[in-house]
């Protein structure tokens, strides 16, 4: 059998136009832009503007994926959505997506905080390794500024809105996904709240003058783990995959605040010139970080190919994932080609060919079976009810037939 492979071969990202500065935030609250670069590096964020919502700004990233990838959305075998800001609580904003593509395929929404896009690639990965699916679409997609609360200045300067996609795809070019890691840190589970959109407390009118239906957070006690996370899980995730921090080209941290990714790079020595950041323009776009951080990376080439790449996350929950990808070329040469063709014997496509032969003859038989199954019921259900009732009514003509006894008392 073959060894399979997840390849990326598709990307795209949406950010809306509108731009919200420090220097805007220092109209609607009492903070600044000096304390607001200090202490967490943003500078601007983006903010939707009517009509924008995390499954609009899903579709025009996948479509732009799909593109890179020059496939169609009929193409696509699963589509997985990572995002906490979702357009509705149900349904589930994964499959208005796949409707909004034209796709015909399998669609989830994940949850996992700002982890939740890690939590997807990783998760797909294992639907292409094991060959079960060719091409599967993971997206990262937020639009947290309908959960923020504007007059709490401790959330409100770290948050922005946004999306990037990927598609990976089955490959026998060896590279994609060398390791992972994903955790999950309960006792946290409050740190990072919006305590009235669930079912325990839904948004009643007391809540809503609370505020209770937006964003809170502890912003310490996320720091302390989250830099704590992103050191110990990234040397587990690198040696998982045989490597040290040294064979790594580039890293992409959450873009949740410099501060963290600082101390980070520090404990791992590892050089900041590596590091993609882009939080300075887009501030925590928590599922969409990550994607957004990779897509403008493989764009602007900073991501190469055959590259080792660290992704890491931590965010509500706590939760927290990273994965290391090595990215195989996009163009495969004439050489390379030969070599894929000697890893896939010929044997091996007449296998699968038989396989499929075989899956598909079962599948006919059980349809053929059932179909039989279901002729004979008609026929000889009447038959045997028929039968049935002689019996029941017995020699002495009684009718001893519960049913029947039963409407007899009732009358
Ligand atoms: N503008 C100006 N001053 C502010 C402010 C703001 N936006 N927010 C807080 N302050 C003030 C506080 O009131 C406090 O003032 P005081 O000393 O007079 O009481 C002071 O700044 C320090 O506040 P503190 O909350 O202790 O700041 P901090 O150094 O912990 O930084 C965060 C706050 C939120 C930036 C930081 O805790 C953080 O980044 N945490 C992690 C958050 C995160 O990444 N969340 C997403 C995870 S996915």
């Given at each position: ?14 950010v809306?136009e ?34 924008e ?25 699963l ?43 990783n ?6 390794q ?86 809170k ?22 040696t ?76 509500a ?31 091996n ?5 038989l ?15 059932t ?19 002689l ?21």
């Open positions: 059998m073959s060894q399979y492979f997840s390849k990326i071969t598709g990307w795209g990202m949406y809306p509108n731009v919200l500065t420090n220097h805007d935030l220092e109209k609607m609250m009492d903070t600044n832009d000096e304390w607001i670069v200090s202490r967490t590096g943003i500078r601007e964020r983006r903010i939707i503007s009517e009509g919502t995390t499954v609009s700004m899903s579709v025009e990233a996948s479509r732009r994926a799909l593109e890179k990838a020059g496939l169609n959305a009929e193409d696509l075998d589509i997985i959505l990572a995002s906490s800001t979702p357009d509705y609580l149900v349904p589930p904003a994964s499959s208005i997506i796949q409707d909004q593509l034209g796709a015909q395929c399998a669609a989830m929404t994940l949850v996992a905080g700002c982890s939740g896009f890690v939590y997807g690639l998760t797909a990965a294992q639907f292409i094991t060959g079960a699916y060719e091409h599967v679409l993971i997206i990262g997609a937020e639009t947290i500024s309908a959960g923020i609360d504007w007059e709490d200045r401790g959330t409100a300067i770290l948050f922005g809105d946004g999306a990037g996609a990927v598609i990976i795809s089955r490959t026998t070019q060896p590279g994609g996904l060398l390791s992972m890691k994903m955790g999950s840190d309960g006792a946290g589970w409050d740190a990072l709240i919006v305590p009235a959109l669930g079912t325990k407390n839904y948004p009643s009118h007391e809540n809503i003058e609370n505020n209770e239906h937006k964003l957070m502890k912003g310490r006690p996320v720091f302390k783990f989250a830099t704590r996370v992103m050191s110990d899980v990234a040397v587990d995730v690198v998982a995959a045989g490597l040290t921090m040294d064979d790594v080209d580039v890293l992409i941290p959450h873009q949740a605040n410099q501060r963290i990714i600082d101390l980070a790079l520090r404990r791992l020595n590892f050089p900041a010139e590596k590091t993609i950041v882009n939080l300075d323009r887009y501030g925590n776009t928590s599922a969409a970080s990550v994607p957004l951080a990779m897509v403008e990376a493989l764009e602007d080439g900073r991501i190469k190919d055959n590259d080792k790449v660290v992704m890491i996350a931590f965010g929950g706590l939760t927290y994932a990273a994965a290391v990808w090595q990215f195989q070329p996009m163009e495969v040469s004439p050489e390379d080609e030969a070599i894929l063709v000697t890893n896939w014997p010929v044997d496509a007449f296998q699968r060919k396989q499929e032969m075989r899956t598909a003859a079962f599948r006919m038989k059980v349809q053929a079976r179909k039989a199954s279901e002729a004979s019921m008609a026929i000889m259900l009447p038959l045997y009810s028929f039968r049935k009732g019996k029941k009514r017995g020699k002495n003509g009684k009718n001893d037939d519960p049913e029947a006894l039963e409407d007899k008392q009732s009358d």
